[in-house]
């Protein structure tokens, strides 16, 4: 892929939490990939350990959009602290959607088709 094909990428970087908000976030962010090669999952964990693809991925990207689970905002922070570039877009399932969480980690599958074509919606503008 050359540098013009990298810079129309969008990367994702969701929560991936033990609650079912941060499982929802990873998998609205899985359901987004495997509709368009225009989206790339970047490995939130892989940022905190200054992974240089992952960093590398982050940085030569079009778009940013983080995807957190809950009040937290674990993806944000992560990103805020290693990636170096701002985001374009920050969803939050809780708030954005009306998820209530819970402590287990299932996520509802009807949940995330509709939040996925929210947030391809909102991307897409």
């Known amino acids: 892929m050359n540098e013009n094909e990298q810079n129309k990428k969008i990367a994702i970087v969701a929560c991936s939490g033990a609650a079912n908000t941060g499982q929802t976030a990873n998998e609205v962010t899985v ?3 495997k509709k368009s090669d225009n989206y790339s ?3 939130l964990v892989a940022l905190t350990l200054s992974h240089k693809s992952s960093l590398e991925k982050l940085q030569n990207t079009g778009k940013i959009v983080i995807i957190d689970g809950c009040a937290v905002k674990c993806a944000s ?3 805020k602290k290693y990636g170096g570039k ?3 877009l ?3 399932i809780m708030e954005d959607y009306g998820i209530k969480k819970t402590s287990r980690p299932i996520f509802n599958k009807d949940d995330v088709k509709r939040i ?3 947030i391809d ?3 897409n503008r």
């Open 31 to 33: 359901d987004l990939c």
């Open 41 to 43: 999952m970047v490995c």
């Open 77 to 79: 922070e992560i990103v």
């Open 86 to 88: 701002k985001t374009d």
């Open 90 to 92: 920050e969803i939050q």
């Open 116 to 118: 996925a074509r929210d």
């Open 121 to 123: 919606r909102k991307i």
